[in-house]
């Protein structure tokens, strides 16, 4: 499987962030779980390597190597932490919005610092009251002048605290077309941030609240006219978000098999390796079989959207077939482990608090099944895979006629 989607290009971008995650990421580990307090430093370290520019173009600096490349990047600093691999997806979000409906001043203005490490985008959508519905967000900017003034919170911000640059969706009329969206520093008077609450797992990894107060920003920072806010929010959530959490759980799955085969290894029953046991030794390979699956389902979804070829369905498949098989994966792991899996000296524990982070983000499985079985049905209502890719078609051939 690794030969057939990857290139030398990507087995070397693998070595070189495990090896990476292993020196780095692994050590402080312990550190992060027992403090459960955002890793500002870890966070700006990987952040340096020029991670976050994945799918930036060398042009502006990044490393271009595509949605493949960039899930490898996740997957392998997930299998060491959650909690890392969460922030680097997260502010790849951030940088979708910008590369996709940034103007050139705001790409030559933002993605050179994104993929240096020294800016860390998020995207803001979600909102207290509306949850996942984005047309019932009631967050406002308002025009005044050569400004808008911004009012309102959002939660679940993936690197909330850390964050440099927040691409926030607010309202700006009414309906479908009613909604903006905009690059807020966050140095900017009027924001400001909740504070960060303890969570389950992804210990290190901030998702909270930032808030506008009558907080004023340039109408240059305005992303694409006004109206675009909802292919802002879905395009990112979408071709961006499934993608990047697939990955996301790809290696936390992983992570669960290496440390559930290295425990039957050495743990002895009977006088022999735990799996000999009949048992042990077919749940290690359903444990085998899924991380497979997973990673097919995964390779190809953005194999499509580095082709740009239509793949919304691939998307939610991805997401739904790795989060699911990942927390089955890790249910069967605690089973194996028994008592042993319940101490906080073992890994395994973390992977299973982990794996459920990323059920919810970017639509939950039953989203993900509703929007399937649309497919099936004929009745889904196009494919932002396919409108995103003939957006970056026309830029280029603008790009190249001028």
């Not at 039957?264 to 290690?284: F, Q």
Request: net charge neutral; glycine share 10%; proline share 3%.
């Amino acid at each position: 499987m690794y030969g057939y989607f990857t290139s030398r290009l990507h087995q070397q971008l693998r070595e070189d962030v495990r090896h990476f995650a292993e020196r780095e990421v692994r050590p402080r580990i312990a550190e992060m779980e027992t403090a459960r307090t955002v890793q500002h430093e870890l966070s700006r370290l990987i952040a340096r390597q020029g991670w976050i520019g994945a799918t930036v173009s060398p042009a502006y600096g990044g490393m271009g190597v595509g949605h493949l490349g960039k899930t490898i990047i996740i997957e392998e600093l997930s299998r060491v932490s959650g909690a890392m691999g969460a922030m680097v997806q997260a502010s790849q979000l951030g940088v979708a919005k910008i590369l996709h409906f940034g103007n050139e001043e705001q790409r030559t203005r933002w993605l050179p610092a994104v993929a240096a490490g020294a800016c860390l985008p998020t995207i803001a959508v979600t909102e207290p009251e509306s949850g996942g519905h984005v047309l019932g967000m009631t967050a406002s900017a308002v025009r005044d002048g050569d400004d808008y003034v911004l009012n309102g919170r959002k939660i679940y911000v993936g690197n909330s605290q850390v964050g440099d640059l927040h691409g926030v969706i607010l309202r700006t009329g009414p309906g479908s077309r009613g909604l903006s969206a905009f690059l807020v520093e966050s140095g900017r008077p009027g924001f400001s941030l909740g504070e960060h609450r303890e969570s389950m797992g992804l210990h290190g990894f901030s998702f909270g609240e930032v808030r506008f107060d009558n907080c004023r920003v340039p109408a240059a920072n305005r992303l694409g006219e006004e109206g675009d806010g909802l292919a802002v929010a879905y395009s990112s959530s979408v071709l961006y978000g499934r993608a990047n959490l697939t990955a996301v759980s790809l290696g936390i799955h992983q992570a669960i098999l290496e440390e559930t085969t290295k425990f039957c290894r050495e743990r002895v029953r009977y006088g022999k390796p735990l799996h000999e046991l009949p048992n042990i030794k077919i749940k290690l390979g359903q444990l085998q079989s899924r991380v497979m699956t997973a990673r097919l389902v995964a390779y190809h979804a953005v194999q499509l959207l580095d082709e740009g070829l239509p793949c919304d369905a691939e998307l939610m498949n991805a997401k739904v077939v790795n989060v699911e098989s990942a927390l089955d994966s890790a249910r069967n792991a605690m089973e194996i482990h028994a008592a042993a899996g319940l101490f906080t000296d073992r890994p395994i524990e973390r992977y299973l608090r982990d794996a459920h982070h990323i059920f919810a983000p970017a639509g939950t499985s039953d989203i993900q099944h509703l929007r399937l079985a649309e497919v099936a049905l004929g009745t889904a209502k196009g494919q932002w895979s396919q409108k995103l890719s003939d957006l970056v078609r026309t830029e280029e051939l603008a790009a190249a006629a001028h």
